[in-house]
């Protein structure tokens, strides 16, 4: 199958071919595969290769919603039995997962052909990906720009056109952040809808989730229907439609009050890109019938990003340091920057860590009663375009400093010194509108209206309150509708030549 047929075809049209006998999972496979050759080695989105496992998936039987497509597994969790799932991380580079993860098994039965894995910061702790394991993963719509994270490794190979849809997760922003960047459509669902299980239950107190990044909208709607629903290791059984999530997509969502936020309370002004985005949204929703009314942020933002962070910096002592339990690792084994969260994760008390979780039900609150008035709220996904790749690089002199403060064990000093909030100036002030739907638990999405005067994607972000993600699915058909964006390619001069 010639790389032109294949990229017209988001993974329901390609898995349709399949089961129409226009072409076999074996065919899909290996167009993906030279695609990655061809492209990979400019935008480094795949990091680990199963193309043993792929070959002998392709030629068995695949029934399911997406029977012979070919897949890509996030490089963080999404484990396949027999496979390294390093999470960029340099002490789990050799160690094969014992078993497929929940969400694994799921995409299995779908009839999916994992053929690799994706690039991810390290944990997944970062809104870029650039982890020194693996090295930077790059935008194919510019090169010198970051494809987002923690999803930027599947972002940047859905861009590319290695394959339709690619597994993502999502713990502070990195499926919206990665769609943003990269032109896609992204879907985080409510808390609890997809399980973590087997290994795990709640990733970072129920704030994080598995999903996909896709081309179309109803490629993730069907991929909702795969993966949605209870596991017996669940901590919870969570709310599901009554229907297919596929069914909401060309169901008209209805007149819709929208609150629109263009400011944000952690940095001055947004990019004058950002505020055409929204601003541009907002009209497009005006146009089609929708009521949109300009509103403040509906919960206080700086105290949000420093719970978020608090939390943030305790589960990562609690991973390094049963990292190291199981595996002996040492210091050399984590990256400088995770070193430096995970040590402001122990010097926080057990009061204050429980007191940031706590507060979670503040925004909840908030949040509930901007939802009492509005169906949705809509800002940037991004303040600015996707920064630089290297530009949120920890400088030397930064990086000198912090190695001396571990060594004398001054992390302690650290919140006097004004540390945290310079984390936040730094690492949230360019995507500081993500992280309320992963704290409050909220399904959210990235949808891909605006490019730059650059042709650089920039998305934009609904939150829905509980049980949304329909609303969500019928307003992106919609907008998919108005101004479709598949076609939307990068040039392929800038992955090609």
Known sequence: MRFDEYAVHDGLGLAQLVREGDVTATELLETAQARAAAVNPRINAIVRWMSAEAQARAVAPLPGAFGGVPFLLKDLF??????????????????????HATVTQRWLDAGLVPFGRTNTPEFGSKAITEPDLHGPCRNPWDLQRTPGGSSGGSAAAVAAGIVPVAGASDGGGSIRIPAACCGLFGLKPGRGLIPNGPALGEPLQGSATNG?????????????DVLAGMEPTSPFAPWVPDGPFLDEVGRAPGVLRIGVQTTCALRDTLHPEATRAVEDAASLLAELGHEVEIVPAPVDERALARDFLTTWFVEGAYIIDDIRRRTGAGRDGFELDSRVMADLGRVTSSIEHCAAIERRHDYVTALASFFSRFDLLLTPTLAEPPVRVGSLATPKPMQLAAKLMLALRATRFSHRLGVVEDLIDKNLSWVPFTQLANVTGRPAMSVPLHWTAEDVPLGVQFVAPLRGEATLLRLAAQLEQARPWSDRRPPASRLEG
Do not use: F
Request: net charge neutral; charged share 15%.
């Open 78 to 99: 999404q484990e396949y039995a027999g496979v390294t799932a390093s999470g960029g991380c340099r002490a789990l580079a050799n160690i094969p997962a014992e078993a």
């Open 212 to 224: 996909v990044l896709s081309r179309s909208v109803r490629d993730t709607a069907a991929m909702l």
